[in-house]
């Protein structure tokens, strides 16, 4: 008994001095700065949870574009120099892996455990569903399922004034025709009365259950739920999983390309039922959770910017009014149409550049150097993660752009009308300047498709129904702090519109 318990002595020595040491470490030689904050083992957490905006900038203003901060006892450093953005994006997965981040957020979100998850080769395996040849497809099915939430509604066809939150307008629209579109409709014909009013409701139960979802989920990220709220987000994701179950999906029509094949790439992972509408649920997420908020942005941009709107409506309407003739509504499924609308894009971009805040992330899997733009190389450790910050720079960086802060929906255009693409910082032209959809082996598969989804929301919005802010002198809103990292970010109130169906 005495060797026994002199080894467990030692042994729980040996654990406490590398906690010790895991308490104590101190910055290297040639590792970037250390900001461990006050509080042991939280560290900045606090801080970094509350709003990650400004905390981020504080500590560059401290530190400069590279520095390791701690944060519930994890060590993450965080690189703000988009010169030197290539070297992580196009590193090798042996050095700087997603996966395993990936993976801890699906399970504590969204209870998904994948064997054998790869996110790398499950994107090469969605893209083409997203892209090139069945982009039509999609981008015809959302005109469809855009007309049935928007035009369809008696709610908001009786061509009276309404009034209602403008996010509420945006992020249910794009939510409900964005599901339609990828998970199915109750009858293969479009133009069925009945079934298109049985996919107003469906939908519109869908998007309630995961509105509730959406507003405890990044609580859920960040393990920061409390008990009642654990108890009714179990309760809503099990709604949602009745609504998504495989036999439910499979029983829909028009059922996109992307659900079969992710569908029957869960079953050759050998995913059970159960498992396989989880990860329906986490897919609903990742697919249709920015494009509502984006809409929104766009649209109150536009609505507080009189000639911005006044830009950007010119250009819809000449879109119609020469096409009309020939192509009545199906204009906006023309993917040459689509992509010739350089006013729209400039301010979908600028709109983007202010609103999109999402981290991207590596697992550092060994020690390792990281050459900067500037010449200097910083040491990486194992165990760490790496994050860049692209909302803080490039994309709010004073630096690069004049006035960040503001809106200006020609930022992103020459004088000529075409494209900008030339920005700069400390005299070196950029290859990122604006990264909404992430960049390198992680750039978001479904830009195209959801860029598409937006412009054909916005066309029909602006062209079929009046809009104006109800309190023409209403303050853009603050932004919802704790989605910092997420993606889109969302605002912390809604701003009431009045609008009503035009005569057409």
Known sequence: MDGLAATGLLALLLLLLLLISRFRRCRLLGEPPLD????????????????????????????????????????????LDP????????????????????????????????????????????????????????TKAMLFNLQTVLLSDPNKANRQWEEEGLFHLAYSTMFRAGYLTLYGNESKDYDDVSSRAKDLVHSLEVYHEFYKLDRLLMKAARSMLSAAEKKAFS?????????????SLNCRANRSVWLESYQQHLVDLGVDEDMQ?????????????????????????????????????GEVEGILRTRRQTMGQMQITNQEVLDNTPIFDSALNETLRLTAAPFISREVLQDMPLRLASGRECSLRKGDRLCLFPFISPQMDSEIYEEPEKFKYNRFLNSDGTEKTDFYKE??????????WGAGINVCIGKFYAVNSIKQCVFLLLSHFDLELKDPDTKIPDFDKERYGFGMLQPENDVIIRYRQKDQ
């Open 83 to 138: 010169r030197s953005y290539d070297a992580v994006l196009w590193e090798s997965r042996c050095k700087l892996d997603f996966g395993q981040y990936a993976r801890l957020l699906m399970d504590r979100m969204f209870d998904v455990r994948l064997p054998d998850y790869d996110p790398n080769a499950e994107k090469v395996m969605l893209r083409a569903t997203l892209q090139n040849k069945n982009l039509p497809s999609l």
């Open 235 to 247: 309760s809503i994701k099990k709604n949602l999983w009745k609504l998504l179950s495989v036999k």
């Open 277 to 313: 509408t989880r990860a329906m649920l986490l897919q609903l997420w990742s697919t249709q959770s920015n494009a509502g908020p984006a809409v929104f942005w766009l649209l109150l941009f536009l609505l507080k910017h009189p000639s911005a709107r006044a830009a950007v409506q």
């Open 36 to 79: 461990k904050g006050f509080v042991p083992w939280l560290g900045h957490a606090l801080e970094f949870g509350k709003d990650a905006g400004k905390f981020l900038s504080a500590m560059k203003q401290k530190h400069g574009d590279i520095f390791t901060i701690k944060a519930a006892g994890k060590f993450i450093t965080v690189l």
């Open 427 to 436: 005299g070196e032209k950029l290859k990122y300047y604006n990264m909404p």
